[in-house]
Nanobody, 119 residues
């Protein structure tokens, strides 16, 4: 059973915007924490942003703070990543993930969606 499905990736010019969506199963969406990660070619996967179910408090990587916004819609079991002022260095495959506990490994991962930012 697929628990997380990303969508919304694509090709955009530098300075543009994209909104990624992560559709989750009800079980997965009830997880303590959900996050977005990305992996660029030849680089390790890195944390981008995360959000807690309890109070919707958020965390951001320094590189995206002020440009990206993470949110969740509990009625739709969907998490979003609004990406503004995109830069070529934001080019990567973006993954959503969920974690049932405050800390520790992530339990479920999506298949990823490609974001390409042209200069």
């Amino acid at each position: 059973q697929v628990e997380l499905v990303e969508s919304g990736g694509g090709l955009v010019q530098a300075g543009g915007s994209l909104r990624l969506s992560c559709a989750a199963s009800e079980r997965t969406f009830s997880a303590y924490y959900m996050g977005w990660f990305r992996q660029a070619p030849g680089k390790e996967r890195e944390f981008v942003a995360g959000i807690r179910r309890s109070d919707r408090s958020t965390d951001y990587a320094t590189s995206v703070k002020g440009r990206f916004t993470i949110s969740r819609d509990n009625a739709k079991f969907t998490m979003y990543l609004q990406m503004n002022s995109l830069k070529p260095e934001d080019t990567a495959v973006y993954y959503c993930a969920s974690r049932s506990r405050p800390v520790g490994p992530y339990d479920d991962w999506g298949q990823g969606t490609q974001v390409t930012v042209s200069s």
